[in-house]
């Protein structure tokens, strides 16, 4: 089996057995959802599953990454980010586009495992 850096649109008790297995395996937890009122996706990275907690270096190049998204939905005539929070534990994005999801959800779990 490999491990899922991340996943998506899926049902609870998958979202429960990946949580299990990012503690199992000390990998942070990423889930990605549709959000149905504007059709991009939010995103959460939550990190009590590993040992690792985001720097405050990790804090600006995640909000580096949100303003490149918000340039790229502007860009697209698509709706921007509905918003984001950003704690040592815990993140979400509120409106990551469907083309930019896999390269953004691959970006945050590269960042947990370059420490």
């Not at 996943?7 to 299990?20: A, I, N, Q, T, V």
């Not at 059709?39 to 995640?62: A, H, R, W």
């Not at 929070?85 to 779990?109: M, R, V």
């Amino acid at each position: 089996m490999t491990f899922k850096k991340y996943l998506g649109d899926s049902k609870m008790f998958e979202y429960d057995k990946h949580y299990r297995d990012c503690q199992q395996f000390n990998k942070p937890f990423i889930k990605a959802k549709i959000n149905p009122q504007h059709g991009n996706y939010f995103v959460q990275i939550d990190l009590m599953p590993c040992n690792y907690k985001f720097s405050k270096n990790d804090e600006v190049q995640l909000e580096k990454m949100v303003n490149h998204e918000n340039n790229y939905l502007k860009s697209s005539s698509e709706p921007k980010l509905q918003g984001f929070s950003i704690t040592s534990e815990l993140a979400w994005f509120d409106g990551i586009s469907t083309k930019n999801l896999d390269s953004f959800c691959n970006t945050l779990y590269d960042m947990t495992q370059n420490s």
